[in-house]
């Protein structure tokens, strides 16, 4: 089956600092990746559509200043926390769809992510 | 709005089977998914269906009612590792894919 990556696996930065999460398709191309936030013993809640070549799409209640994304290539998508907040301590997950309709849409392993 | 509910919480015993059902209401429906999480790791597939009946897959098997909004994923001869959260997810008609907060599975020798 296709692959994610995701990178880094888990990162601890302090308040006010900007972090940085890359997620890649390995043997695919996404013109398409999703970005969702999951808290603990919560479900995965949608944050933004990642679009190759234009501007990304935010979920009501999401701050797109924020949480900064860039789609550079068909198979890169980054995730930047801009100032982070112990708030923000979650676990970002990435996934692509395999195909237009999103079938099989295969995750990255996640990013755990602690604010201090 | 768009609603999907699952039982928060079941437990079963190792060989046993289990069903954990899945009640849907979204804006149109093009499929329904199953994926398994075990804690702290991303989710994984195991399932899709779009139309009506059941599909087999191994020990995991998922049916689907789209009259009745309702889907049911079936485990048979449950193992100790099936102990994980499955996620039941409903693919919208933006093609856009709507998550329900997930059963957690808890599996006792």
């Known amino acids: 089956g296709a692959v994610v990556s995701q990178h880094p696996s888990w990162v601890i930065c302090k308040s006010g600092t900007s972090v940085k999460i890359e997620c890649r398709s390995l043997?695919?191309?996404?013109?398409?990746m999703f970005w969702y936030r999951q808290f603990p013993k919560q479900s995965l809640m949608l944050m933004a559509t990642s679009n190759e070549g234009s501007k990304a799409t935010y979920e009501q209640g999401v701050e797109k200043d924020k949480f900064l994304i860039n789609h550079a290539s068909l198979t890169l998508s980054t995730l930047t926390v801009t100032s982070a907040h112990p708030e923000d301590s979650s676990f970002y997950i990435c996934?692509?769809?395999?195909?237009?309709?999103?079938?099989?849409?295969?995750f990255g392993p996640g990013t755990r992510l602690t604010v201090t | 709005g768009q609603n999907i509910d699952q039982p928060t919480e079941m437990t079963a015993t190792e060989g046993a089977i289990v069903q954990i059902n899945c009640t849907y209401q979204t804006s149109g429906f093009n499929g329904l998914f199953w994926y398994q999480q075990h804690a702290g790791e991303a989710p994984t597939f195991l399932s899709y269906?779009?139309l009506d009946g059941l599909e087999e897959k191994g020990r995991f098997s998922s049916f689907l009612s789209r009259s009745k909004g309702y889907s049911y994923l079936l485990l048979k001869e449950l193992q100790m590792k099936d102990s994980a959260s499955y996620l039941c997810?409903?693919?919208?008609?933006?093609?856009?894919?709507?998550w329900g907060a997930g059963t957690k599975l808890i599996i006792k020798p």
């Open positions: 996934s692509a769809p395999y195909s237009r309709e999103g079938l099989e849409q295969y």
């Open positions: 269906n779009v």
């Open positions: 997810a409903v693919l919208d008609s933006n093609y856009q894919l709507i």
């Open positions: 043997d695919f191309q996404a013109t398409t």
